[in-house]
């Protein structure tokens, strides 16, 4: 079972929506901040959010802020990134991380899903 599974992704016009999920496996160790990063094409990757799923608390990147909605679902076990007001430059693959169960696991990546913004 993958650690970590992104969903949601697709292309929007500039100013629409989009709802992306990161499942998480019990392979995830939840006490860690959960992440998510993008990747525009030809440039590397870049911070969006994190979130501690559970003490609370969030935090986003300047580019993202009041923009994008990170949170919990914990009937899914999912960490949602709501994304508002998308704009060309929000184009990329995102991607969620955590820490793995296991002293010295290290963190894990999901595949990624792809978020096109049509200008």
């Known amino acids: 079972q993958a650690p970590l599974v992104e969903s949601g992704g697709g292309a929007v016009q500039a100013g629409g929506s989009l709802r992306l999920s990161c499942r998480l496996s019990?392979?995830?160790?939840?006490?860690?901040?959960i992440r998510w990063f993008r990747q525009p094409p030809g440039k590397e990757r870049q911070f969006v959010a994190w979130i501690g799923t559970n003490g609370g608390g969030e935090y986003y990147a300047d580019a993202v802020r009041g923009r994008f909605t990170i949170s919990s679902n914990k009937f899914e076990n999912s960490i949602d990134l709501q994304l508002s007001n998308l704009q060309p430059e929000d184009t990329g693959v995102y991607s969620c991380t955590g820490r793995l169960h296991g002293e010295g696991a290290g963190d894990a990546w999901g595949p990624g899903t792809q978020v096109t913004v049509i200008s």
């Open positions: 019990g392979r995830i160790d939840t006490s860690y901040f």
